[in-house]
């Protein structure tokens, strides 16, 4: 939008014939956005008329509304609208001519927002400061009414935050305004418990600045009371506004001390959760995926009670007979998931790629082509390509993620990906289980289109003794020689395709092959107890030392992680020693991978170690 020349002056009679209140005031709106936008328009509308004078009045005053309120920013809290934009407007823009006008015409406005914006940019522009301009802002600030839904919509509710945080900062003269303002939230909230909504986030505004002391308990009853008719309502979002009173009753009650109160109103939210879950549970539209999670978080409320206090509110009962309900839901909400088909992928000639790899060749060089038909993970690459699609599908940036186990369980969460994982150097949590996703797909194609063509090749056309096993597996140098024997004949099983028994064997033993190699490059695999018992780490633990990359290189080190350790991957290792895993689990995908891997890492120790 044009503007006057840069040397354009003026002066209060300018102020008073610029017909400022009818563009600040145009909109059916009362908010600063609705002034802004009235005052920006004519403005620009004057520029081109040719109306200087008038023009820089109005653009000042739409300078003045086009800063956001944001009272939590003590040192800023009026702010650009559009940060780091080239056309945005903040408080040092403002020269030492604009501060003196806004002093002369801050007596003449009687528009209270706008009269609140240009106090509070003298309060924190102009020095040294008058006390004189925070009164003015704060007495402007608490005219935005409290009634209706004001405090959401006609943003009251930044209004009286700033105007309470003024009072504080000045504090003996601000003492009294100060009173009168919580007196005035008092009345407020007390009418918006009968009929509103904003009751729970005015008495958070109460809490925040510690206003609510004197009130406190007649707070948190109203809040109670109000909860108990929500959930006797028929309301659409009844359990969730309920929950929410109930949450901030329980914070009022926390003030005080009060711990039995906010016993009873964790038992309270509890029970919110079960009613909401069994009516998601039930009628035409039922979701027990919905149920599962709301009875989770009903245990999760349970939780929260002191140990001292739950016996006598018989809450181990209450957990017991919950959390056995939560795994009868959760299976049945396996149930709820669609599948899901895309177009088909015709691997024939991958496959018979695969094949005439392995044909035809001497043993040596067969296992070898058998333990190289498909490439390593790059986690570099994986990494760049996981970002890539984090940057392009909004979905992914949207919504959190979970893993759900055979039996319904949540067995890992991941956050939504924010819109900087793209580009941050950080691999956040959000890009890591999106990693091991991608990763699982990648195993589950190597094995259909590679490794287990290549694998029913080599055993059509040879067999492989366990004797020759063990000469393989000793002659690699990667395993200790107590352990031979049993990676032997736990890579036999694999080669007879009884990936049961391979797994068994050879999932313990990658275990003890990361730890030893570990320790011969000096990590510390050993964990202290408190009774100070030396124990050995787990691969979860080992496989996240920083010695892990330098050993094994960050490709295998990555692998290893992925397939054995990740709750978003298959886990092996943590669902083989926990007794998770079921026939089928061990005939997958995932499994001929981990014996393949573990193959390939022995094998290729074997040809290369030995000049082959």
Same mark, same amino acid.
């Given at each position: 939008?044009?503007?006057?020349?840069? &040397?354009? $002056?003026?002066?209060?009679?300018?102020?008073?014939?610029?017909?400022?209140?009818?563009?600040?005031?145009?909109?059916?709106?009362?908010?600063?956005?609705?002034?802004?936008?009235?005052?920006?328009?004519?403005?620009?509308?004057?520029?081109?008329?040719?109306?200087?004078?008038?023009?820089?009045?109005?653009?000042?005053?739409?300078? *003045?509304?086009?800063?956001?309120?944001?009272?939590?920013?003590?040192?800023?809290?009026?702010?650009? $609208?559009?940060?780091?934009?080239?056309?945005?407007?903040?408080?040092?823009?403002? $020269?030492?001519?604009?501060?003196?006008?806004?002093?002369?015409?801050?007596?003449?406005?009687?528009?209270?927002?706008?009269?609140?914006?240009?106090?509070?940019?003298?309060?924190?522009?102009?020095?040294?400061?008058?006390?004189?301009?925070?009164?003015?802002?704060?007495?402007?600030?608490?005219?935005?009414?409290?009634?209706?839904?004001?405090?959401?919509?006609?943003?009251?509710?930044?209004?009286?935050?700033?105007?309470?945080?003024?009072?504080?900062?000045?504090?003996?003269?601000?003492?009294?305004?100060?009173?009168?303002?919580?007196?005035?939230?008092?009345?407020?909230?007390?009418?918006?418990?009968?009929?509103? &909504?904003?009751?729970?986030?005015?008495?958070?505004?109460?809490?925040?600045?510690?206003?609510?002391?004197?009130?406190?308990?007649?707070?948190?009853?109203?809040?109670?009371?109000?909860?108990?008719?929500?959930?006797?309502?028929?309301?659409?979002?009844?359990?969730?506004?309920?929950?929410?009173?109930?949450?901030?009753?329980?914070?009022?009650?926390?003030?005080?001390?009060?711990?039995?109160?906010?016993?009873?109103?964790?038992?309270?939210?509890?029970?919110?959760?079960?009613?909401?879950?069994?009516?998601?549970?039930?009628?035409?539209?039922?979701?027990?995926?919905?149920?599962?999670?709301?009875?989770?978080?009903?245990?999760?409320?349970?939780?929260?009670?002191?140990?001292?206090?739950?016996?006598?509110?018989?809450?181990?009962?209450?957990?017991?007979?919950?959390?056995?309900?939560?795994?009868?839901? *959760?299976?049945?909400?396996?149930?709820?998931?669609?599948?899901?088909?895309?177009?088909?992928?015709?691997?024939?000639?991958?496959?018979?790629?695969?094949?005439?790899?392995?044909?035809?060749?001497?043993?040596?060089?067969?296992?070898?082509?058998?333990?190289?038909?498909?490439?390593?993970?790059?986690?570099?690459?994986?990494?760049?390509?996981?970002?890539?699609?984090?940057?392009?599908?909004?979905?992914?940036?949207?919504?959190?993620?979970?893993?759900?186990?055979?039996?319904?369980?949540?067995?890992?969460?991941?956050?939504?990906?924010?819109?900087?994982?793209?580009?941050?150097?950080?691999?956040?949590?959000?890009?890591?289980?999106?990693?091991?996703?991608?990763?699982?797909?990648?195993?589950?194609?190597?094995?259909?289109?590679?490794?287990?063509?290549?694998?029913?090749?080599?055993?059509?056309?040879?067999?492989?003794?366990?004797?020759?096993?063990?000469?393989?597996?000793?002659?690699?140098?990667?395993?200790?020689?107590?352990?031979?024997?049993?990676?032997?004949?736990?890579?036999?099983?694999?080669?007879?395709?009884?990936?049961?028994?391979?797994?068994?064997?050879?999932?313990?033993?990658?275990?003890?092959?990361?730890?030893?190699?570990?320790?011969?490059?000096?990590?510390?695999?050993? $964990?202290?107890?408190?009774?100070?018992?030396?124990?050995?780490?787990?691969?979860?633990?080992?496989?996240?030392?920083?010695?892990?990359?330098?050993?094994?290189?960050?490709?295998?080190?990555?692998?290893?992680?992925?397939?054995?350790?990740?709750?978003?991957?298959?886990?092996?290792?943590?669902?083989?020693?926990?007794?998770?895993?079921?026939?089928?689990?061990?005939?997958?995908?995932?499994?001929?991978?981990?014996?393949?891997?573990?193959?390939?890492?022995?094998?290729?120790?074997?040809?290369?170690?030995?000049?082959?």
């Amino acid at each position: 939008m044009p503007r006057p020349p840069a &040397n354009t $002056t003026a002066s209060l009679d300018d102020f008073r014939t610029s017909d400022w209140k009818r563009a600040a005031c145009c909109s059916d709106e009362d908010t600063y956005f609705s002034r802004w936008n009235g005052l920006c328009t004519a403005a620009a509308a004057a520029t081109q008329d040719g109306a200087y004078a008038k023009a820089r009045i109005l653009w000042l005053l739409g300078d *003045a509304c086009s800063l956001r309120l944001a009272p939590d920013k003590i040192n800023e809290p009026l702010v650009a $609208t559009f940060e780091g934009s080239e056309n945005s407007f903040s408080l040092s823009d403002f $020269t030492e001519s604009d501060i003196a006008l806004l002093d002369d015409i801050c007596p003449l406005v009687d528009d209270p927002l706008l009269l609140a914006r240009i106090a509070d940019i003298l309060w924190l522009v102009r020095r040294p400061r008058k006390i004189q301009d925070a009164l003015a802002a704060i007495d402007a600030y608490r005219d935005t009414p409290l009634a209706g839904d004001s405090w959401f919509l006609l943003g009251t509710q930044t209004c009286w935050q700033r105007a309470i945080m003024l009072a504080l900062q000045i504090r003996a003269p601000g003492k009294s305004r100060l009173d009168d303002m919580a007196a005035a939230l008092i009345t407020a909230i007390e009418a918006q418990l009968e009929v509103g &909504n904003a009751a729970p986030s005015m008495v958070e505004t109460m809490l925040e600045y510690g206003l609510a002391k004197v009130h406190i308990r007649h707070i948190a009853e109203g809040l109670e009371v109000r909860a108990t008719r929500l959930l006797a309502s028929d309301a659409g979002s009844r359990f969730f506004a309920a929950r929410r009173y109930l949450s901030i009753a329980k914070r009022c009650f926390g003030l005080e001390r009060n711990y039995e109160r906010c016993a009873d109103i964790d038992c309270r939210i509890s029970d919110a959760f079960v009613l909401e879950a069994e009516s998601r549970i039930s009628g035409e539209h039922r979701s027990y995926v919905v149920g599962a999670s709301l009875y989770a978080e009903a245990v999760q409320a349970l939780l929260a009670i002191p140990k001292h206090l739950r016996k006598a509110k018989g809450i181990d009962d209450k957990l017991k007979s919950l959390r056995q309900l939560q795994r009868d839901i *959760a299976m049945q909400s396996l149930g709820d998931f669609a599948p899901m088909r895309g177009e088909s992928l015709d691997l024939e000639e991958e496959i018979y790629s695969s094949e005439q790899e392995i044909s035809g060749k001497e043993m040596a060089e067969a296992l070898l082509a058998l333990a190289e038909c498909w490439p390593l993970a790059s986690r570099k690459l994986t990494e760049v390509e996981t970002r890539k699609r984090i940057g392009e599908f909004f979905f992914s940036r949207m919504f959190s993620s979970q893993k759900l186990a055979t039996d319904g369980r949540v067995v890992a969460e991941s956050p939504a990906a924010s819109d900087l994982s793209a580009e941050d150097d950080e691999v956040t949590d959000a890009v890591w289980s999106k990693m091991i996703q991608d990763h699982v797909l990648r195993v589950r194609f190597g094995v259909q289109s590679a490794i287990a063509p290549a694998l029913r090749q080599f055993a059509r056309e040879r067999l492989i003794s366990t004797h020759d096993l063990v000469n393989i597996v000793g002659q690699s140098g990667a395993v200790p020689s107590e352990r031979i024997g049993l990676m032997a004949k736990g890579l036999k099983a694999g080669f007879e395709g009884d990936f049961i028994v391979a797994l068994h064997l050879l999932v313990p033993q990658i275990e003890n092959f990361v730890r030893t190699h570990l320790k011969l490059k000096g990590a510390k695999t050993l $964990t202290t107890e408190a009774d100070s018992l030396q124990m050995e780490a787990g691969l979860s633990t080992l496989v996240a030392l920083p010695e892990m990359d330098e050993v094994f290189g960050e490709d295998l080190a990555f692998e290893i992680r992925a397939l054995f350790c990740e709750g978003f991957g298959p886990n092996l290792r943590n669902e083989l020693a926990h007794g998770l895993l079921d026939a089928h689990a061990m005939q997958s995908a995932e499994s001929i991978y981990a014996w393949w891997l573990i193959f390939r890492i022995v094998y290729q120790q074997y040809w290369y170690r030995n000049d082959r």
